[in-house]
């Protein structure tokens, strides 16, 4: 397994991390690895409940199939 080594990290982080591992009963390294297990490979279920949310955020009330026949309509008359 390869090792990293994170250099220039602030207090602020570092107790951040500490207090997040004493919260889910892990040493800061095992919590680190999690944070970046979690965030850089994720799961299918996360990707999937982030696309279904893409997807609800990005739908539109209008109906653009009309707009798209009316044009084409338009166009193929002239």
């Known amino acids: 397994m390869a090792q990293l080594t994170v250099r ?5 982080v570092v107790g951040a991390l500490r207090r997040r591992a004493a919260a889910n009963g892990r040493s800061a ?3 680190h690895r999690e944070i970046l297990r979690a965030t850089l490979l994720g ?5 999937a409940a982030r696309a279904e949310a893409l997807r609800r955020r990005l ?4 109906d653009s199939s009309e707009t798209i026949r009316a044009d084409r309509d338009r166009d193929s008359e002239a």
């Open 29 to 31: 390294e095992a919590e």
């Open 59 to 62: 739908r539109s009330p209008v």
């Open 43 to 47: 799961t299918e279920t996360d990707f």
């Open 8 to 12: 220039r990290v602030s207090p602020e």
